[in-house]
């Protein structure tokens, strides 16, 4: 079974430079979700759709990023502009819904971004 | 309200045990457990529920005491392959849905 698929894994790009990756999940996972990670810290979760419906979405910086989930399968986070501080990993993870509790998260390799 | 995880990293020889607590200021539904190795995703160990119930994965285990807010996952006889930041994530409530991460604990395990 194939894993949850990100792209790019690096992406290196100047300040105020638009960027954006791509997260493939696992075939029928309807939670998907994005994380960025810092160095040394634990993920924080930036969007969680059910399906195409984005559920969370309290820590997305709104003014710069921006994030679909077509189909309900395939999502894109981007970022425009970019800015220094937002050089880190960013993770997608997707989960089959459980009544009542978060179940088991499969993440993808995640996209590491450098901002210059 | 984010999770405190203790100790920050501990260095083990191979053999030895070792404990990670997870610890949170409010009530928790579930506690989940992950660890990643440098470089690569955060790999799924196991999900505890209230109800103060103890799970094992090989030579890793992990308790969840409701009463006291706090999870403990526990190593033993500690393999190479061990190494790697440990995460806790802890929910508060049926049907709240937010996994809210603790800081990691990095263990590093030596031959």
């Known amino acids: 079974e194939a894993g949850v698929v990100q792209s790019p894994r690096y992406k290196i790009i100047e300040k105020k430079q638009p960027v954006a990756f791509w997260c493939n999940p696992i075939s029928g996972h309807n939670t998907l979700y994005w994380y960025r990670q810092n160095l040394g810290q634990g993920p924080e979760l930036l969007i969680r759709?059910?399906?195409?419906?984005?559920?969370?979405d309290s820590q997305l910086p709104k003014d710069r990023f921006s994030a679909e989930r077509l189909k309900g399968v395939d999502s894109t986070l981007k970022i425009q502009p970019a800015e220094l501080g937002d050089s880190a990993v960013y993770l997608c993870?997707?989960?089959?819904?459980?009544?009542?509790?978060?179940?088991?998260?499969?993440f993808g390799e995640g996209s590491r971004l450098t901002v210059l | 309200q984010q999770p405190v995880q203790s100790p920050q990293a501990v260095i083990l020889r191979e053999g030895e045990d070792a404990v990670i607590n997870c610890s949170s200021s409010?009530?928790?539904?579930?506690v989940h457990w992950y660890r990643q190795k440098h470089g690569e995703a955060p790999v799924f160990l196991m999900i505890?529920?209230?109800g103060g119930e103890q799970k094992g994965h090989e030579k890793i285990s992990a308790s969840f005491n409701e009463k006291k807010q706090q999870s403990s996952l526990y190593l033993t006889a500690s393999q190479l392959s061990y190494s790697g930041t440990y995460f806790c994530?802890?929910?508060?409530?049926?049907?709240?849905?937010?996994?809210?991460w603790g800081a990691g604990t990095k263990l590093i395990i030596k031959p």
């Open positions: 505890l529920l209230k």
């Open positions: 994530g802890t929910e508060e409530g049926y049907s709240n849905y937010q996994l809210i």
């Open positions: 759709y059910e399906n195409e419906e984005a559920v969370d």
């Open positions: 409010k009530a928790l539904y579930s």
């Open positions: 993870a997707s989960s089959v819904r459980l009544r009542g509790q978060t179940g088991e998260l499969f």
